[in-house]
């Protein structure tokens, strides 16, 4: 069974930093994309930031330059500075996994719980 356990998150004053962690566990054969994910009340979920496997990031136009995005093995990183009010979100670890049991050519898109953000003004 693949999971993604999220941590991180939290209440932190608009200026501010914070750093979420995704682990994946479990028995799969490669990881191939990872990245994150947020929901904010009443709008659609946005990619933030992602990286693959071989290490290149994309981000999102409102993050780029406040947030790096960075991954150890299985496990992907988001550090997150000057942080704003509109930063606050629900944000979801997402990573792309082949799990073992399956084809080695099959990829499914996993989704972590979700972590809360909220950035006060």
């Known amino acids: 069974q693949v999971q993604l356990v999220e941590s991180g998150g939290g209440l932190v004053q608009a200026g501010g930093s914070l750093k979420l962690s995704c682990a994946a566990s479990g028995s799969f054969f490669s990881i191939n994309r990872m990245g994150w994910y947020r929901q904010a009340p009443g709008k659609q979920r946005e990619l933030v930031a992602a990286v693959t496997s071989g290490g290149t990031t994309n981000y999102a136009a409102s993050v780029k330059g406040r947030f790096t995005i960075s991954r150890d093995k299985n496990t992907v990183y988001v550090q997150m500075n000057s942080l704003k009010p509109e930063d606050t979100a629900v944000y979801y670890c997402?990573?792309?996994?082949?799990?073992?049991?399956?084809?080695?050519?099959?990829?499914?898109?996993?989704w972590g719980q979700g972590t809360q953000v909220t950035v006060s003004s």
């Open positions: 997402n990573a792309d996994i082949t799990p073992s049991g399956s084809s080695r050519y099959m990829v499914y898109a996993y």
